[in-house]
């Protein structure tokens, strides 16, 4: 399994920014995907899930802003992030099981 994320940058504080992962590998469809992130000093934390079925959960911080969605037939999975606030500045990473991608960084300040 090969998760490639994309998407990050730089914004200003209530922009929006849009993460693609790209996935490889067998049974993505029947695969729970997740983003997680991790700001400098801080734990990795979880960011969204999207389950085989659909089904979504959120991080405290992020509900409500950001929302998770998946196409199985691109093997894809999306992020988008609404509202963005200063505090969401972190390297956000793509997750399926055990698998993780490199991570791609968003930044947002004014």
């Known amino acids: 399994v090969q998760l490639q994320a994309s998407g990050g940058g730089l914004v200003q504080p209530g922009e929006s920014l849009r993460l693609s992962c790209a996935a490889s590998g067998l049974f993505f469809a029947i695969s729970d995907m997740g983003w997680y992130r991790q700001a400098p000093g801080k734990q990795r934390e979880l960011v969204a899930i999207?389950?085989?079925?659909?089904?979504?959960n959120y991080g405290d911080s992020v509900k409500g802003r950001f929302t998770i969605s998946r196409d199985n037939a691109k093997r894809m999975v999306y992020l988008v992030m609404n509202s963005l606030k200063p505090e969401d500045t972190a390297v956000y990473y793509c997750n399926r099981g055990a698998a993780w991608g490199q991570g791609t960084l968003v930044t947002v300040s004014s």
């Open positions: 999207i389950t085989r079925d659909g089904n979504t």
